[in-house]
């Protein structure tokens, strides 16, 4: 399965013909995006975004300027480039940051190798010289003698688990997840919040399971890549939702709100629990859990009301807006990435 940037270039280089992909594999300071950010490039068109500014527009001129290279024959596979690109005043920036970009030629031909050899679960592994083809990692046992000790040890530690699976430069070599990891997300109810906050979380690193009892309640459009699922009892899903799932609990009723989340907690293996709540229902939630015999120090992981601190307006675009950012920020702190705001004070744990 290849859901990732192998298959968003197959797309692109079907339709518009050999790109550049242009990836940052060092960012240093205060640099616009971090590493992996990448964007393809072809002679008339351009998706995807590796900061914006001056460092872009000089990326673009120099990818369309691989693209114009004239050969006698036939134009060599994996042709690659590295540009060094301080943030300072020759880019008109004040940054101060540092960037290294990686060129990549890709043709049909480099995306045959690709789309054959790849896999969600896998990562790929650059040589950073031209001319040298791109290699995969695909399993635990993926361990080549001709690698450099740094990457047959980085790749090893990461498709084991032992280390999360990042980009990372190492002895000549670039490497990448060739998945997006995404962490699992059931959004429970499909009303007016519950549209605004798919709208909201599509973008983010979720993969988003969206549940409510009834198929009419879903809008016709559902965003792309997200999974409608219809359950007549809602905490069916929440019972058999993977370890370590995020739980986002909105439905038009609060008994079903209740038994979602009660099931949830009983479970304990969950990153996250938020159902949208006023005092009054968090209040009488929580005595109603402890009723249950569910102790307190499982209750404190509920978090009611959803969101950021501060942010009391009503609307659906607000509070979808206010949960995405207390997911990220968590999303992040879990990661070893970020902490969360100093004025947490929701009432459940981080």
Known sequence: MKTGWVSELEEMVAVHGTVVRVTIIRADGSAPRGAGTSMMVGAKVFAGTIGGGAMEHEALKAARAMLSEQYENVRPVWQRAVRDFPLGPSLGQCCGGYVQLLFEVVSAAEVRVMTAAASDNGMALHPIASGEPMEFALGRKDDRDAWPLPLRRAVREMMSGAKPRKPFLAAGWYAEPLGRELAPLFLYGAGHVGRAAVKMLQELPFDIFWV????????EDIPAGIRRLVANDPAQAARYAPAGAWHVVMTFSHAIDFDVCREVLARGDFSYLGV?????????FVRRLRNAGLPDACIVRLHAPIGLPGLEAKEPSVI??????????????????????QTEQLGGQP
């Open 276 to 284: 949208i709540a006023s005092k009054t229902k968090r209040a009488r």
């Open 212 to 219: 409510d009892i009834d198929a009419e309640r879903f809008p």
């Open 320 to 341: 979808a807006l206010s949960l995405a950012a207390d997911l990220l920020f968590r999303l992040q702190a879990k990661g070893g990435e970020g902490t969360l705001p």
